[in-house]
């Protein structure tokens, strides 16, 4: 069987902050947005890194699952 797409939310703590923190920085929110993504596939560098990432849901909403964290030691 196949498995269709997944699209999640990512509610990551240090993307967050990442972004809350350099928004000062970059004044220009495609530049930081830019940023951001560059941060998150540094993050998710598979080749570098062995990745994982803590799934949930809210109660309200329990079909409807979010990234909220990552864990990403180095292979």
């Given at each position: 069987?196949?498995?269709?797409?997944?699209?999640?939310?990512?509610i990551?703590?240090?993307?967050?902050?990442?972004?809350?923190?350099?928004?000062?920085?970059?004044?220009?929110?495609?530049?930081?947005?830019?940023?951001?993504?560059q941060?998150?596939?540094?993050?998710?560098?598979?080749?570098?890194?062995?990745?994982?990432?803590?799934?949930?849901?809210?109660?309200?909403?329990?079909?409807?699952?979010m990234?909220?964290?990552?864990?990403?030691?180095?292979?």
């Open positions: 069987m196949d498995c269709p797409s997944h699209k999640l939310s990512i990551d703590w240090e993307l967050g902050a990442s972004y809350r923190d350099w928004r000062k920085r970059y004044l220009l929110e495609k530049e930081l947005l830019e940023k951001i993504e941060k998150w596939l540094e993050i998710s560098d598979t080749v570098k890194k062995d990745v994982h990432f803590y799934v949930g849901n809210i109660h309200r909403f329990p079909k409807i699952f990234v909220l964290g990552t864990f990403y030691p180095p292979k």
